[in-house]
């Protein structure tokens, strides 16, 4: 093999640095540096391509020691930073501070890798924004799951600059109990299925199950997205409601993340806090947290693991879901080549002999799923338990955004305006509905709509047209609140709702007032946005805007991004109803807020697509 084509090749610059400051290693207290010279770049292609085709390579030269640790630094260093999930973040740092002290190198230069600690959510996110600084400083995201490198490059739109280079660990998910409800479960010896453990979490048997948020945490979303999975049948109602019960169940349980979810089991193995209703008995899981849970408990319960089957009585497991924990390349800025082989170098050490005892020794399987060295048994695994059973395949990106959908308007709850176009064309009569108008059908499917909200969901209601009253284009009718929400006269939301929806009728010689409605029923929307809630604003027209004197198309689009941008999210859900209807600017008004346009011949079907429309936008976060 060439020597040019090594990561550790000598010689060569490119070098990452400065930052300000020191930072503290196993070695006692080290200044950074280096150089970030430049003067052999190579363009983004160029060096990922470098980066895959050396990998094999490197792997090779490691095995057979040509790829020897140095002597001392002497001053030409280069700098590798790491974004990684909490629960790996304490090896990694592990494994780069035995790299910095034996003077490990990658191109002649010595390896000084920096490793931070992000959640696989906030990076997703930031990278659905854009990156920008808050992905900047990174060359390396090691987040727990692929979910989260699936959903920042399929949530964007755009090439986020993620190149997998491969996994370096996995932790299969797990139901993990204290021991006498594992008892009660018929520890070791009973298996069960995602279905089964959803019963379990829905109180069959009164047990109580804790979880991670899975907006949050790729072990909660995970998991949610499996026992959605296992429930779906051919009745799609009874499987809806079936998720739906399990996660209304879980939600009650809910912890932001792995760690934050054992602080919910019982401290101690007294009768009063294991009875202590505010403690759970069991907890969705990772081994990894288990692992490390039993090593570091103290007093409080050993945990016990069941780990789900793929079959619906759990009899066996043909993969486990698991945590993947994927190597991947961030390429969102430009990176040198040094920098690009630094991080394959790293990626070598965390396979090799010593970084693989590391991963080991902090509760982490090999890629392949195998737990050598006692790690399962620690977490609390026993046979016949399917604690070798390889990693099956993830769940479907599809399924995981309906699982996010479904925990938004189930568990967060909702917060939305209805914003009802009530044009003249509106009085047009609906084919195959004798004597109905578009408005007899809209408001009949949206009172239909109303009944699949709870009394803690959010509804709002406007109407817009031109000629309507103190010279505007619209009017609100009902203020958002709780559809269970009570005056002082005894009267619902609801059934104010249901009133406003009946006496709502075309506004004769009306033309359709669009924009100037869409805009300030958005402002509003922003500044009522409801915390913790899932906020929309839902506008269905059956017309164009035919207002001359509002804004322009343009000049509304700017608006909406502008409100938009680096807000939290409310998304425009546009409805074009009928033929007439203008689908080209539903589209771009939608886009300007991350929300959807959607088309519909018949006003029969709008409560459906409502529905479907809030799912899908919760489901991208």
Known sequence: MPRHSLPD???????????AGQRSGRGGTRTRHGTRGRARRRTVSLAVGLVIALGAGTVVATRTG???????????????????????????????????????RSDGQCLDVHVGERTGAEMAAALRRGGGKATEDVDVWLPDSRIWTDRASSSSGRDTGLRPLGSVASSPLTLAAVPAAAEELGWPGKTYSWAQLAAAANGEGDL????????????????????????AGKDADVSRTAAAAAARQLAERTAPGDSQVLATLPHDTSRAELGNPRRN?????????AYAHNRKRGGAPELRLFYPGSTKDGSTNDGSTVLDYPYTLLETGERDTATS????????????????????????????????????RIAGAR??????????????????????????????????TLVVDASASMAAPVPGRPGQSRMDVTKASLLQGLTQFTPQDEVGLWEFSTRLAQGRDYRELVPPRRLGHED???????????????????????????????????????KQYAKGRFNALVVLTDGANEDPGSISRAEL?????????????????????????????????????????HQVSDPAQIHQVILKAIVEAGSRG
């Open 488 to 526: 002082g006269d005894g009267v619902t939301q609801r059934s104010r709702l249901t009133k406003a929806f009946a006496g709502m009728k075309p506004i004769p010689g009306g033309a359709t007032g669009l924009y100037d409605t869409t805009l300030a029923a958005y402002e509003q929307a922003r």
């Open 281 to 289: 008995q069991a907890l969705l899981l990772s081994e990894q947290a």
């Open 208 to 231: 109580r199950v804790g979880t991670a948020d899975p907006v949050r945490s790729a072990t909660g979303l995970l998991a949610l997205t499996r026992i959605q999975s296992a429930t």
């Open 341 to 376: 082989r630094a991080a394959t170098r790293f990626q070598t050490l965390l396979g090799g002999a010593a970084g693989r005892r590391e991963l080991r020794r902090h509760g982490f399987r090999t890629p392949d799923g195998e737990a050598a060295g006692g790690v399962a």
């Open 557 to 597: 689009v700017a608006e909406l991004e502008q409100l938009s941008e680096h807000k939290a999210p409310l998304p425009l859900i546009a409805i074009a109803v009928g033929p007439d209807a203008d689908e080209k600017a539903a589209e771009e008004l939608a886009k300007a807020t991350g929300g959807s346009a």
């Open 66 to 104: 040509v790829l020897p640790f140095g002597g001392a630094c002497d001053g030409s260093t280069v700098e590798l930073r790491v974004a990684a999930a909490p629960a790996i973040a304490p090896a990694l740092r592990a494994v780069a501070d035995r790299a910095r002290e034996e003077n490990a």
């Open 383 to 416: 046979a016949p338990q399917p604690y070798t059973a390889t990693p099956g395949e993830p769940p479907a990106t599809e399924d995981v955004r309906t699982a996010l959908g479904m925990w938004a308007i189930t568990v967060q709850s909702a917060r939305f």
């Open 9 to 19: 090749d000598s010689g060569a610059p490119g070098s990452r640095g400065p930052h």
